[in-house]
T-cell receptor
Framework: DAEITQSPRHKITETGRQVTLACHQT?????MFWYRQDLGHGLRLIHY???????NKGEVSDGYSVSRSNTEDLPLTLESAASSQTSVYFC????????????FGPGTRLTVL | AQSVTQLDSQVPVFEEAPVELRCNYS??????LFWYVQYPNQGLQLLLK????STLVKGINGFEAEFNKSQTSFHLRKPSVHISDTAEYFC??????????WGAGTKLIIKP
């Protein structure tokens, strides 16, 4: 069965370190998204991609970057981790720009000390 | 501004009682509307969606939602809840760039 996976599921790091969160989907979806989830804020969009070599900034992109070198993967990099980036991160994918259902990964809980 | 508002952060309800989770959206978003459910320590999964047609939409696990254009609402309902419905529920709307605008979520707490 097609799926979307995230790794690691839990990560503890220190302020200032570079961290990369992996997202891999086997749906063959063009669209991929990264969200962060914080209490009281719901989900906020960090970055998204509509295809290989395409990346776009979302609502809360400062301090984060992504790259899309193939269809299956959209890694999220925190260039210099800050305590404000402690959060749960979700990756999602969908088929086409107008495709209305996003499929979510299980999430990565990141703690920045 | 485009927004989705979930009016209740928590809704406690007794098992087997009916429940309604409220969602309002700004008229500037599209009328592609969604409810997602997040069980503890899991990702989100789609409960139901409204794209067009009948204003009453049925989803998984006995949930349904009604699209009301005049009140810009998309409330989620279930006639009888079970302990397994304990979860956080998110309402979302799709904007003109095909991105989802999310509400802050409502935690459904089932009391035995």
């Amino acid at each position: 069965d097609a799926e979307i996976t995230q790794s690691p599921r839990h990560k503890i790091t220190e302020t200032g370190r570079q961290v990369t969160l992996a997202c891999h989907q086997t749906w063959n979806h063009n669209n991929m998204f990264w969200y962060r989830q914080d209490l009281g804020h719901g989900l906020r969009l960090i970055h998204y991609s509509y295809g290989v070599q395409d990346t776009n900034k979302g609502e809360v992109s400062d301090g984060y970057s992504v790259s899309r070198s193939n269809t299956e993967d959209l890694p999220l990099t925190l260039e210099s981790a800050a305590s404000s980036q402690t959060s749960v991160y979700f990756c999602a994918s969908s088929g086409t720009p107008g495709d209305n259902e996003q499929f979510f990964g299980p999430g990565t809980r990141l703690t920045v000390l | 501004a485009q927004s989705v508002t979930q009016l209740d952060s928590q809704v406690p309800v007794f098992e087997e009682a009916p429940v309604e989770l409220r969602c309002n959206y700004s008229s500037s978003v599209s009328v592609y509307l969604f409810w997602y459910v997040q069980y503890p320590n899991q990702g989100l999964q789609l409960l139901l969606k409204y794209l067009s047609g009948s204003t009453l939409v049925k989803g998984i696990n006995g949930f349904e939602a009604e699209f009301n254009k005049s009140q810009t609402s998309f409330h989620l309902r279930k006639p009888s809840v079970h302990i397994s419905d304990t979860a956080e529920y998110f309402c979302a709307a799709m904007d003109s760039n095909y991105q989802l605008i999310w509400g802050a979520g409502t935690k459904l707490i089932i009391k035995p």
